[in-house]
């Protein structure tokens, strides 16, 4: 029972602390909790039986084609794997992008659906291997394989479905129908080609004596996964720099007094401002102020869309700014964001 619970935390425990890790990247503009937990279980659950279902029937011609057992496995781990897996786990994305394409912003939370996904579909994907390791060495084997799995590539499934999730988002920023489908393809694409990557270099390990393919593989992951970093901190810029325009287009307006751009454009102010306003005992309004400030950054990506590739958005943004304009209202006199 406790070499049980072993390898359901060492399968589950890491996948969602990386999760967590990923929404703290998210500084802005928080995506609804349930939406996240709603894609962490599209990963760990259908996109599962999904893939094993069409892995399954991708099969039957690998082995058709195959001359021997490297290209049999070859195939099948750097073909049908990546087409497969990725395939299931893009489709949460675009049932949010058909549906909830409201919630997508900025290339941040695309790489936030894409990444909660991974971590799902990596979690689930662990607690079999991880048993299959325990069958063969023992808690031993669980252990090592455990290192490889959740530490060393314990990133990748998140990283390669952020890719696609990035296609997606990218694919909000422009108007030209063609570019936003290329855009699309250009994600998943990528999204297949560091998989297969990936799964190559790794079924090349297992017939080399050597490591030099097992030290490829961590070099291009790692690589990848940087790369989906330094994206990850340009989108958090772009965002304060949408933010910030917004904020000067209001305080022309008189809508709001130009020193709340230095609140509203850094999220540790805004913390401060929150935290003074609760420690002072107004518990409401550190609430409400909370609420005004997800409002306003909200609207602030509704204008950017409404101005540059949706200006069907223009509906969105005149709901968003009834709603903050009233919060503002509710706010006392003197808190750190200021009310006229």
Same mark, same amino acid.
């Given at each position: 029972?406790?070499?049980v619970?072993l $390898?359901?935390?060492?399968?589950?425990?890491?996948?969602?602390?990386? +999760?967590?890790?990923?929404?703290?990247?998210d500084?802005?503009?928080?995506?609804?909790?349930?939406?996240?937990?709603?894609?962490?279980?599209?990963?760990?659950?259908?996109?599962?039986?999904?893939?094993?279902i069409f892995?399954?029937?991708?099969d039957?011609?690998?082995?058709?084609?195959?001359?021997?057992?490297?290209?049999y496995?070859?195939?099948?781990?750097?073909v049908?794997?990546?087409?497969a897996?990725?395939?299931?786990?893009?489709?949460?994305?675009?049932?949010?992008?058909?549906?909830?394409r409201?919630?997508?912003?900025?290339?941040?939370?695309g790489?936030?659906?894409?990444?909660?996904?991974? %971590?799902?579909?990596? +979690?689930?994907?662990?607690?079999?291997y991880?048993?299959g390791?325990?069958?063969?060495?023992?808690?031993?084997?669980?252990?090592?394989?455990?290192?490889?799995?959740?530490?060393?590539?314990?990133?990748n499934?998140?990283?390669y479905?952020?890719?696609?999730?990035l296609?997606?988002?990218?694919?909000?920023?422009?108007?030209n129908?063609v570019?936003?489908?290329?855009?699309?393809?250009?994600?998943?694409?990528?999204?297949?080609l560091?998989?297969?990557?990936h799964?190559?270099?790794?079924? %090349?390990?297992?017939?080399?004596?050597g490591?030099?393919?097992?030290?490829?593989?961590?070099?291009?992951?790692?690589?990848? $996964?940087?790369?989906m970093?330094? $994206?990850?901190?340009?989108? %958090?810029?772009?965002?304060?720099?949408r933010?910030? +325009?917004?904020?000067?287009?209001?305080?022309r307006?008189?809508?709001?007094?130009?020193?709340?751009i230095? $609140?509203?454009?850094?999220t540790?102010?805004r913390?401060m401002?929150?935290?003074?306003?609760?420690?002072s005992?107004?518990?409401?309004?550190?609430l409400t102020?909370?609420?005004?400030?997800?409002?306003?950054?909200?609207?602030? %990506?509704?204008w950017?869309?409404?101005?540059?590739?949706?200006?069907?958005?223009?509906?969105?943004?005149i709901a968003?700014?009834?709603?903050?304009q009233?919060?503002r209202?509710?706010?006392?006199?003197?808190?750190h964001?200021?009310?006229?």
């Amino acid at each position: 029972m406790l070499d049980v619970l072993l $390898i359901l935390f060492l399968s589950l425990g890491p996948m969602i602390l990386y +999760a967590m890790v990923l929404w703290w990247f998210d500084r802005y503009e928080k995506e609804p909790l349930p939406l996240l937990i709603a894609a962490f279980f599209w990963g760990a659950i259908p996109s599962i039986i999904l893939a094993l279902i069409f892995e399954i029937i991708l099969d039957i011609p690998i082995v058709a084609i195959s001359p021997n057992q490297l290209t049999y496995d070859l195939l099948g781990a750097s073909v049908v794997a990546p087409l497969a897996e990725e395939g299931v786990k893009a489709l949460a994305l675009l049932i949010l992008l058909l549906l909830l394409r409201r919630e997508i912003d900025s290339p941040m939370d695309g790489l936030i659906y894409g990444g909660i996904v991974g %971590f799902g579909f990596a +979690a689930v994907e662990n607690i079999f291997y991880l048993f299959g390791a325990y069958t063969e060495g023992g808690v031993g084997g669980v252990l090592f394989l455990a290192f490889l799995r959740a530490g060393l590539f314990g990133l990748n499934h998140a990283m390669y479905t952020g890719f696609t999730g990035l296609g997606i988002a990218l694919s909000l920023e422009v108007r030209n129908k063609v570019l936003k489908v290329l855009l699309i393809l250009a994600g998943f694409g990528m999204a297949m080609l560091t998989h297969a990557l990936h799964n190559a270099f790794a079924t %090349f390990t297992s017939y080399s004596e050597g490591l030099i393919p097992l030290v490829i593989a961590v070099i291009l992951d790692w690589g990848g $996964i940087l790369f989906m970093l330094v $994206i990850a901190i340009w989108s %958090f810029f772009l965002e304060r720099k949408r933010i910030v +325009a917004y904020g000067e287009a209001l305080a022309r307006l008189n809508i709001i007094p130009r020193a709340e751009i230095e $609140i509203l454009k850094s999220t540790w102010q805004r913390r401060m401002a929150r935290l003074k306003t609760l420690f002072s005992g107004n518990v409401k309004g550190w609430l409400t102020m909370n609420r005004y400030h997800r409002k306003v950054t909200k609207a602030a %990506f509704a204008w950017h869309r409404m101005n540059h590739s949706d200006p069907k958005a223009q509906k969105a943004l005149i709901a968003l700014e009834q709603q903050f304009q009233v919060l503002r209202k509710e706010l006392v006199p003197g808190a750190h964001v200021a009310v006229q």
